[in-house]
């Protein structure tokens, strides 16, 4: 039993910068949706809670794998920015959803670049 306590506590060490990283994301994006919420702008607290945590993910396991899986054959070569600049793609299209036009009239920039902005 003593070996299993030991191997998790083991486990929970190694990884807390990456749970770290995790819980900074989700704070700050539900700082920021907080902030836009109150001011009763679209893309709101769990918007931005989701999209802070998801990107953060994303990266975390682009950065990951590359550590993990380069060393198992020494003719893979692995990029982690690769998945990153796939989150600033995804987030460019979410954001134009966010963009709407009514006339003259054009709504939703600033939430579009902030949704942007989360990822950056």
Known sequence: MEYFVLLYEEYISQNMEMYLRLVISALLGMFIGWDRSAKNKPAGLKTFTYVSVSCTLITLVSIY?????????INIRMDPMRLSAQIVSGLGFL???LILKDGLRVQGLTSAAMVFLQEV
């Open 65 to 73: 794998s590359v550590d993990v899986f380069s060393h198992s054959n």
């Open 95 to 97: 954001g134009a959803g």
